[in-house]
């Protein structure tokens, strides 16, 4: 069995990972206000490429300006983020990773209190539970105007040196309430069946591809289930074959839970993970993410048949948590991690903040 220690080599690109270990996209929120990289954001991400991450991976990054979701917030929609992101870019590439930046835009999840504009969607879907105000439905011209926005964004990477993107497919922002048949409920062409509401997925696909060169790394993250934009299970496995199809250089399931969670919907035990490779065999490289702590869950989900592993929060409490995968019994501290061990870990007081938001993280 593969060992999460061994090198990864993407085949189409030729870019090697010098191990199974990525650094999963994490908002840290310490972006300057017009999404500007700072130096404590460009810190925290060198310091994981330093700490043994095969990839490195960027935060969410928005792709136009109104498509932001949160304040300090990464952004990628000017040509006045390419000198951070070359300095990044050069950081990471010299500390031995690959890196990736992660784009995409909030839809009906860029509130009007941070974009000044009312949040857009592929429908007119309710922008909370308790809530009577909506999103508006995008025209297709803009729809276009978006597709090329993401192009656009990637150029920038790649000018700046990034080895790729990962299109940000996942947890409810605007390409997957494009996948989603609850927020999108369009009868034109960008709506209907898993085929129809993927076509901005694979637009976005295709505008990236002419714009960036061959041996640029293009890979999506989706949510194989997400309820409340109606993501379901079976279409994203067909989402997946799509995907293959269309070439794409890795396809990253964000699970949660991934070494022993399974589907919500579905009754079967088997986990995300094992649907999905078991539908994708060799065709496409995998990465799973959700829950990975130790070097033997990483090892599961790799029996599972994930190619790599992506970590987030152990890469928050453990920067080096890529140089122990070849210690059979590695199995790092849980959270709650105290203020003094983040900042030691390269997190700034923002970031720290931010955590205290995450349940139990921050003691
Ligand atoms: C602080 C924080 C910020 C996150 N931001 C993003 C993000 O920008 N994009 C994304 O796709 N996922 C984001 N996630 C989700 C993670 O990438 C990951 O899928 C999730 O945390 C589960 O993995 P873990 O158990 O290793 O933390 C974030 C997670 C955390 C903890």
């Not at 199974?20 to 310091?47: C, P, Y």
């Not at 949160?70 to 990471?92: C, F, Q, R, S």
Request: contains cysteine.
């Amino acid at each position: 069995m593969t060992n999460p220690d061994e090198p990864f080599e993407f085949a189409r690109t030729g870019h090697i990972s010098r191990n199974r270990a990525v650094l999963a996209a994490m908002t840290n929120k310490q972006s300057d206000s017009d999404g500007t990289l700072s130096e404590a954001e460009i810190n925290w991400l060198l310091m994981r490429a330093e700490g043994g991450f095969g990839i490195v991976t960027t935060a969410a990054t928005h792709v136009t300006k109104n498509g932001q979701g949160w304040k300090g917030e990464m952004g990628v929609w000017g040509d006045h983020h390419i000198p951070g992101l070359t300095t990044l870019a050069n950081g990471i590439r010299k500390r031995g990773a690959i890196s990736l930046a992660q784009i995409f835009h909030g839809g009906m999840f860029a509130p009007e209190a941070i974009t000044g504009e009312r949040p857009v969607s592929a429908s007119e879907n309710p922008l909370s539970g308790d809530s009577k105000d909506t999103s508006r439905r995008l025209s297709s011209k803009e729809i276009e105007g978006i597709i090329s926005s993401f192009g656009d964004a990637a150029e920038r990477c790649s000018k700046a040196g990034f080895d790729g993107v990962e299109l940000h497919g996942a947890h409810g922002y605007l390409i997957c309430q494009f996948l989603g048949e609850k927020t999108n409920r369009r009868e034109d062409e960008w709506g209907g069946g898993i085929a129809e509401r993927s076509r901005f997925l694979m637009r976005i696909i295709e505008d990236v591809r002419n714009k960036v060169p061959d041996d640029f790394i293009l890979g999506v993250r989706i949510s194989p289930e997400h309820r409340k934009v109606g993501v379901r299970l079976h279409d994203s496995l067909e989402l997946s074959d799509i995907l293959v199809d269309a070439g794409v250089d890795f396809l990253h399931i964000s699970c949660w839970d991934c070494s022993w969670g399974s589907s919500e919907f579905v009754d079967d035990r088997r986990t995300l993970t094992e649907w999905f490779s078991e539908r994708l065999g060799n065709r496409v490289p995998i990465i799973s993410a959700g829950g990975i702590w130790s070097t033997s869950q990483a090892k599961t989900v790799i029996s599972h048949g994930a190619d790599m592993v992506a970590v987030a929060r152990a890469a928050i409490g453990h920067a080096d948590w890529a140089t122990h995968l070849s210690e059979e019994t590695y199995d790092p501290l849980k959270p709650p991690f105290s203020p003094d061990h983040l900042v030691e870990q390269g997190l700034s007081e923002t970031f720290v903040d931010y955590m205290r938001g995450w349940d139990g993280f921050v003691s």
